[in-house]
């Protein structure tokens, strides 16, 4: 007697081993969709005690006492990916079937996105695995809410296919070491530079200090700006004071704002003097990403 367990994400997908059980007199436990049951076209057999067992689910009582048995058992393989389509579809029917999900927006959702960005960090600098795994997943439910709620939207619609279908093709065309034949590891160097190559050639970008995310913490944002500045050829003397030191306390003169947002202001202030210079030394004939130290010097305080 056997058992063919099918995949309960594709249960029309048959076992290769289980094709001759298909004109054969079977059994189906009760969550078998009828579309399948349909391919297998042989007789039902309810009460026959020597029929084919057909399941989608391995902890169902009557593959249980089959298994227990010793009965032979054919199962589907288990294919990479197949618990996220699970997640992706349960994830549905929440946000059709649930009260408090079908109300959720982009927006409503912020505050939980960024808290369980910071319980998955914080994780990752305890070391802790078991929490790392539980982190991940709970930001993996953010990625697939948002993607849901982006598949309702009136216009530029996308799902979660969009999603994964963009980072395919973005890692794709970032990652030209993929085709590269040899089985050593390429060179950091290299792939970093060809990745930056890949990347410029996808955004055309008018500012060092475009796509930066504005709302990242004061501290981190200072560090971006900094960061793709110097690298963009700013000499280190143009970086005011202000961005390298924070001063924790109560400022009067702005109302007693916090650090974070004292530091938050200076680097917009600072990025805007970069904006500034680089709309000059384009008036110039000067591409931002081709501006030297002196160009950078010559066109600071400058407005395109």
């Known amino acids: 007697m056997t058992v063919v367990l099918l995949d309960p994400v ?12 298909l004109g054969e007199p079977v059994q189906f436990t009760e969550e078998v969709p009828v579309r399948v049951r349909w391919l297998f076209s042989g ?11 057909v399941s989608t689910d391995p902890a169902n009582p009557d593959v249980q006492e089959r298994i227990g048995l010793g009965e032979r058992i054919i199962a589907a ?13 349960l994830m549905d029917r929440l946000r059709t079937l649930g009260g408090w999900e079908a109300q959720q927006t982009h927006e409503s959702l912020r505050g939980y996105l960024l808290e369980e960005t910071y319980e998955l960090l914080d994780a990752i600098a305890a070391g802790n695995l078991v929490d790392l795994r539980e982190e991940l997943g709970d930001l993996l439910l953010q990625v697939l809410f948002h993607s849901r709620i982006a598949q309702d939207a009136a216009e530029n619609a996308f799902d979660v296919d969009d999603v994964a279908a963009g980072l395919v093709a973005k890692l794709t065309h970032r990652s030209p070491h993929l085709g590269r034949t040899g089985n050593g590891p390429i060179d950091i160097a290299e792939q970093e530079r060809a990745w930056e190559e890949q990347k410029a050639s996808e955004k055309a970008r008018g500012s060092c200090v475009d796509g930066i995310a504005l709302s990242q913490p004061s501290l981190a944002l200072a560090q971006k700006v900094i960061g793709r500045a110097t690298k963009a050829g700013l000499p280190d003397e143009l970086i005011p004071d202000g961005l390298r030191v924070v001063h924790i306390g109560v400022d009067h003169s702005h109302g007693g704002d916090s650090a974070e947002d004292m530091l938050r202001r200076r680097v917009l202030d600072f990025a805007s003097l970069i904006r500034n210079a680089e709309a000059s030394a384009r008036n110039a004939g000067i591409a931002p990403g081709e501006m030297s130290a002196l160009d950078w010097i010559e066109h600071w305080g400058l407005r395109g």
């Open 10 to 21: 594709r249960p029309t997908q048959v076992p290769v081993d289980a094709v001759e059980f």
């Open 43 to 53: 007789t039902a057999a309810p009460d026959a005690v020597d029929a084919v067992l």
């Open 77 to 89: 393989e288990k294919l990479p990916g197949d618990d996220l389509i699970a997640a992706v579809r």
